[in-house]
């Protein structure tokens, strides 16, 4: 079953800078036969040029500046037409084995920086080996991570990992993606990390969810539960934060403040299908 | 200056595997302009048909399997004709700018699994900030690790990051490459890991050394200094040894012995210049 | 209730020194009005007198030498008869406010070297702050690592602390005790690392046990379930296995072997009544 | 050479409880030879009872309080006469053989929860084993620590251990105490945490310092420089912050604001000699 929702996106991302720097952003909306662009602005208050180039193999869209010292603030603003692709959550979506796997796929088995997944490997085979393999195990994962970590704004920062959350019990969007990414590559399941602007979502905010690779296709998930899958505007998709947070800048700039809003322009009631989604 | 040597490598990995299981094996020689298979030979004791493919984008090449229960031998054998280009270590080799980096370097600024980067920014900072930009800079990296570290088999093991090998002080070649790619992540050079054949190596294993991007190319960097980089037959490149080591293997497999001998086909003697090195 | 039977024990415990060198030992079963010792002997194969004391507050004997280099040997042998009493497990022991501890008991909340319960608090409360408190609350906690935890020699090393162990789910005895003390601890329970030589251990060795304040005295609690605790004949107690190890030394002292064996000498049939066991 | 200055102190503390709870507070000036309280005040918004002990063995001084739902306020005040033994930095103050240590001083030899001395023998023994034992090596490595840690507010938090500001390079006089402790550890040398009311501290705060056991006494270390300590009014010693800090609380207490005010009553001029300082 397919779905289809056009959305209006508004960010302001305001940054200041001690001395020259530069900031690679990652916050335009990714392009694909799931997600139309009707309009688009990227700009920036200071008038520089955007450097834009696209992942290499990957759905991110990057924009680079070198900017000089003083505020800086960076507009996005956008008109999608999302198409999400919705399951049956009682049918079948198997996983694959990894000699099956395609080569782009493959690299989402390693471990990343947040994603410690060779360490989870008996800690994944106790918890979940027993589960059915397939969307079900990977809807098992969802559930453990939804009881047993606390939603906790605050609870984490920049330097938390997979491990540190299954610890401390706490985190955010961030740290619950980082959690379930680690689980399935335990598994041998090809997981990543993806970010997407979420109609919905209770705070303005950004929102990491993440990705597992069941059949011939990606899959969302996200442990959470703060937003439904079907308003998710897709960012970017990678290893984990890593490479997927909205921006990476030198050491001189500092974040200061942001507003993000994502309204429903489609004139019909929502109507958000139960079950598995995919881009 | 360019130098060309004719090596021949032989290596035999052997595992054992409780129940069926599958490797992920990056163990051949890399195709490239600098490195000429004269001949190659990929084995297994099973009679096993092997998956092969190159990392897309990347130049490491990939033999996948999935093997019964049992006992599992590997064979690699090759003639390769090697190229390296020695760079002139007083001549200018400069860092670029983020903005500059060709968009498929870029990735390599990101931490990643052993790499903590994120976590390095100041001491980076303070140690090399001073340092002058580009080859003398990631020399001084080098010495500094060189000097840190000490070479010591058996002090780490699967799990040890740059963070744990900066408590430490000790590692081996997976190690020393992981700090150097750490260190150069957190100035904003991008850096990754490399692993190699290594002519000369003291014990008969894989090497690995690290790779950063000056100029227009990657460049080697081996601080543990147990053997001449022109004598490097390169076999991946990655993140770190995450994604570029010689096997990733499920649970049920175990890895039991190996041996390796790389030896030098080319009669002239072995006049090995100094300097950095490029492939 | 309470049972006495008679132990003899028998250890010899070799060490090679590089040059000169120092070990602090913590063998030598502990004296108490449970712990009888009939006779005991502790010598090493260079004739050096040894420091003995007793650790301030603390059950611990310790037995220090100063040892040149070469190879060493440590002698100890024991007979103990020992006593130990049994709850009833139906029976309530309650936890102890803060408030209401014994001055010397109050250490054993803060968290130590292998036991992070400030990073637990959460984790306690979420699994196990719905149990009744006092023992059947610790035994909730011992049935919960038992089941989360594989007993796996060499999967852990001498650096592993409870954070290390929660993720990888596997370990030893000392990985064991540590998560109990750091469970209990998160939860406002003091608790303390406990070391012993155990009669019917399956392999040679020394154990470790944790022990927890309820009511009015230490109790014992083991999530190995590998002895029965009324054969545990008590050596140390102490944070964590940083300052209850049988041995700590200086950098130029390293182990080589160990045999350890525990033989029971009272005539009468074994018969280890089930319940909480306090010395 | 001794000196000896009549100091005021002041102190609020002011915390919310969600739900009932309890602190302990080791917040008191320690009584000892070289303290002499002329009169102290400890007193709670709430008029609860505090229950007072001190450490067995230990200088510190306890507080405990269990208190009701809503806020509460801590003030303390003393006038403390205080006499400080300063060494000539020029004189041999020597470390001591381990077996020659003083029972209730060994236990400043083993790691801690934020002082991992086992995992810095190595660093310890390259950066400062070839440096003249005794206050001379002590001083090389608080040299050590003001060159290459960056004092930071917010850099660090209450899990911030040794092994993190080390990678880190930043943090507060705790930050800089856990790694004074712990490089004297890994070199065999006791060491432990200090906390105290510091004269001209530049911001109102606690302090933190180490204490290094040389010769026959505990000496103090500040690898800060922040204030004179020569002005450092004693309260407490520890292992670490974990047993050493102003306060231990249950989980429903939550800090809210401090004020600390350190006055000079003595008449005459200050005169802070240079110099090793012992209290």
Known sequence: MQTTHRFSIKSQLRYRLDQDGWL?????????????????????SRGIAFREYEAPQGV??????????????????????RTVF??????????????????????FLYPSRYCESDKFVR?????????HPGHERVAGICNWIY???????GATDQHTSAVDCLTLRAGVCRDFAHLGVTICRALGIPARYGSAYAF??????????????????????????L??????????????????????????VQFDSMDVSVEKLSPHIVEFANGPVSF
């Open 24 to 44: 690679l952003l990652n916050l335009a909306a990714a392009r694909s036969p799931f997600q139309n662009l009707l309009s688009e602005r990227v700009e920036n």
């Open 60 to 81: 991110s869209r990057f924009h680079g500046l070198a900017a000089p010292a003083g505020n800086l603030e960076i507009i996005y603003e956008a008109e999608v037409e």
């Open 147 to 153: 009881t047993h970590i606390d939603y906790q704004p």
């Open 227 to 252: 937003a439904p899958q079907q308003g998710f505007i897709h960012v970017g998709s990678g290893h984990d934060a890593a490479d997927t947070s909205v921006a990476t800048m030198s050491s001189s």
């Open 86 to 107: 919705v399951g049956n959550p009682t049918m079948e979506i198997p996983e694959s084995l990894l000699i099956d796997l395609p080569t782009e796929v493959v690299r």
């Open 123 to 131: 800690l994944a085979a106790k918890e979940f080996g027993h589960l």
């Open 200 to 225: 919905l979502l209770p705070q303005q905010d950004y929102h990491a969810f993440f990705e597992v690779w069941l059949g011939d296709r990606w899959w969302y998930y996200d442990a959470t539960r």
